[in-house]
């Protein structure tokens, strides 16, 4: 047999555009949307009793929605780009929520386009790479290797009025059927909605490029403007010194300071550290929690493109006279910094503690005395970790502090045993508990020169496989307390305490007894560093109470 006999027989058949449209669909509802599924199982299995017809209707019920959807998206010329592109994509998507329980919604696009490329390729591994070429890239190629059937326009735009009369005709028949079935489970778990492919995904996206690239800009805000230091603060012996660690997807069930019974804090605990017991993200993902943080704005009311316009926490201290520099090792401060003096932590294997594409966080410690002198008067540096970040968490410790073992030195973690993804993440806080360490002894080191202290504060926190679920970004109603309760940790030297005039006794009973949110850090900034402004109020204070 000659070879271009051999491609004729087994070359694949033309098709029309409804064949495509029902293959397509066929693909997404058997193969892609298998996460869908598992979790209407898991669902349903927890139920006291369900009906047979109703769980035999989810799939064809899933099939007419996507069938709807894609006979209005499938048209001739557009399809096979259009659709080869949305595979890839949406096998990323099943990827990722199969395998570690992320909803690809608007608050988990706006943090994947936010993501610089080092901590975009910490998610790449063989099994991920396999899984996107067998889901994605090669049903791709199929598709773009398909003939399609020519056919007239009036033959078309039939088989599209047929294909939406089936689609929406199944729909109401199992509406009909099963509606109080379909009610009761939506409304105790709207989620599932988040988990069809490709439309949640699709229109977030949609939804994210529509307010950021193509609405009309916001014009930046001026606020505080009659912010200033009171002249007590200005007027001591010695100027203050606020070193602001920003941590990064720490959580605070895993911090021995909190009662966890492993000891993730062997190097702070004994430096009269004070660590608040309940403190709450804004968001669950970095995008969104750390200009939240900033902000003004409390959870409640928080919105992005207005905390991105006006001024945050850093220029309202700035503007009352308090010299600031902002330290980077975890791609990007999310705009909180654009008005202050940064440094970003060269990746480059010149340095010891970094590999090329990403650093240890002592690299935010060297020169440390060379930026203290760099600034004047009141001063505040904030050093913005690469902390927990996973799932590489293997890379962000040196060998040396590899304490619980054995550790999953992989960046697939869902192929690891849990026990090993727990080793492998509490030695990550260990760590960040190190560079805490290390960073008061240097605090120490200048306490003849400056009142010194230091404030750290996790962004969010992380799953490590409960429920099924790893890693963070699931939306915040929805999302565990594991994604949403974070560190707090605060520690003061003598004389910072003393003209500040804090009632430890006061700030150790209320970190354990009290309720806090990242709401509290813009306040407690300012009151600490005695800032005056009718922003600031006093209530959100953490430290107002315990200032005799």
Not at 233 to 243: F, G, R, Y
Not at 280 to 303: H, K
Not at 509 to 525: E, M, P, W
Request: proline share 4%; net charge neutral.
């Amino acid at each position: 047999m000659s070879y271009s006999a051999a491609l004729k027989r087994f070359a694949l058949p033309k098709l029309s555009i409804a064949q495509i449209t029902i293959c397509l669909t066929l693909y997404y509802v058997l193969i892609l949307n298998l996460p869908l599924f598992r979790e209407f199982y898991s669902i349903l299995s927890a139920a006291e009793a369900v009906k047979t017809g109703f769980v035999v209707s989810i799939p064809f019920f899933i099939f007419a929605v996507i069938y709807l959807l894609f006979n209005l998206a499938v048209w001739p010329y557009l399809t096979k780009p259009l659709f080869a592109l949305i595979l890839i994509t949406s096998s990323m998507v099943s990827y990722s929520m199969y395998n570690y329980g992320i909803y690809i919604d608007y608050g988990m696009v706006e943090n994947i386009f936010e993501t610089d490329s080092a901590e975009a390729s910490a998610y790449i591994s063989l099994y991920s790479v396999c899984w996107v070429l067998l889901l994605g890239i090669i049903p791709a190629l199929l598709l773009l290797s398909v003939k399609r059937r020519k056919q007239t326009i009036l033959s078309l735009l039939l088989e599209k009025c047929l294909g939406i009369a089936t689609a929406l005709g199944i729909i109401l028949v199992v509406f009909w059927l099963y509606y109080q079935d379909y009610s009761s489970v939506g409304r105790n778990n709207h989620y599932l909605k988040k988990m069809i492919v490709p439309t949640e995904y699709i229109y977030s996206t949609a939804n994210y490029i529509n307010r950021t690239y193509l609405t009309d800009p916001v014009s930046h805000s001026v606020i505080g403007e009659d912010a200033q230091q009171k002249p007590t603060a200005i007027q001591t012996e010695k100027p203050t010194l606020m070193v602001f660690i920003l941590g990064e997807t720490a959580r605070a069930q895993n911090y021995e300071l909190n009662g966890y019974p492993r000891a993730t804090n062997r190097y702070t605990r004994d430096m009269n550290v004070v660590s608040f017991q309940d403190v709450t993200a804004c968001g669950t993902a970095t995008a969104l929690s750390v200009p939240c943080m900033f902000s003004s704005l409390n959870r409640e009311n928080y919105d992005k493109k207005i905390a991105a316009n006006q001024d945050n926490l850093l220029d309202i201290l700035q503007r009352a006279g308090i010299d600031i520099l902002w330290k980077e090792n975890d791609g990007g401060h999310k705009g909180v910094a654009t008005r202050v003096k940064t440094e970003i932590i060269n990746r480059d294997t010149s340095n010891p503690r970094c590999d090329g594409k990403t650093c240890y966080d002592m690299a935010l410690l060297d020169n440390f005395s060379e930026n203290v002198n760099r600034l004047k008067d009141n001063r505040l540096i904030a050093l913005h970790l690469i902390g927990s970040h996973g799932p590489t968490y293997y890379q962000r410790y040196p060998a040396e502090f590899k304490a619980f073992t054995p550790d999953c030195p992989r960046s697939d973690i869902e192929n690891c045993e849990i026990s090993e993804i727990v080793n492998t993440y509490d030695n990550t806080l260990l760590y960040t508990d190190y560079v805490i360490s290390q960073t008061i002894k240097k605090l120490r080191a200048l306490e003849d020169k400056y009142n010194t202290a230091l404030f750290y504060i996790s962004d969010h926190g992380e799953s490590l496989g409960e429920n099924g679920v790893f890693l963070h970004g699931i939306p915040y109603l929805l999302a565990p307390d594991t994604q949403k309760k974070v560190p707090l940790i605060t520690w003061f030297s003598d004389g910072f305490s003393r003209v500040k005039n804090i009632n430890t006794d006061c700030l150790k009973n209320n970190a354990k007894t009290g309720s806090y949110s990242h709401d509290n850090v813009f306040h407690s900034l300012l009151g600490i560093m005695d800032v005056e402004t009718t922003l600031y109020t006093p209530s959100l204070d953490i430290f107002a109470i315990c200032r005799q």
